[in-house]
């Protein structure tokens, strides 16, 4: 069975940086697009940045510049280095596949989400 397991969340702050991962485990034929998404206390799910297959990357305006997305497809991962950050990137991060399974079937999965808290 297809999971995403996220790793890297902490306190953090103001300014310093964090570097979340994101790994497929199970049985995927293939990942297509990869993205990370994140929730503050209150707020609806936002999208943060999204990376290709073939490594095309996009980013919401308010972390352009700050941070960076990436993926290595040899280990079905995905990364999304976060510097300079501000007390309102806080919120829980998820990371989102689109990935063909054992089933055959094109899904998009989510992992657990990891907590990313910054400090004034």
């Known amino acids: 069975q297809v999971q995403l397991v996220e790793s890297g969340g902490g306190l953090v702050q103001a300014g310093g940086s964090l570097r979340l991962s994101c790994a497929v485990s199970?049985?995927?034929?293939?990942?297509?697009?990869m993205g990370w998404y994140r929730q503050a206390p209150g707020k609806q799910r936002e999208l943060v940045a999204t990376?290709?297959?073939?490594?095309?990357?996009s980013y919401a305006d308010s972390v352009k510049g700050r941070f960076t997305i990436s993926r290595d497809n040899a280990k079905n991962a995905m990364y999304l280095q976060m510097n300079s950050l501000k007390p309102e990137d806080t919120g829980v991060y998820y990371c989102?596949?689109?990935?063909?399974?054992?089933?055959?079937?094109?899904?998009?999965?989510w992992g657990q989400g990891t907590q990313v808290s910054v400090s004034s």
């Open positions: 989102k596949a689109h990935i063909l399974p054992m089933t055959r079937r094109w899904s998009d999965y």
């Open positions: 199970g049985t995927a034929f293939s990942v297509s697009d």
């Open positions: 990376v290709s297959s073939g490594g095309a990357t």
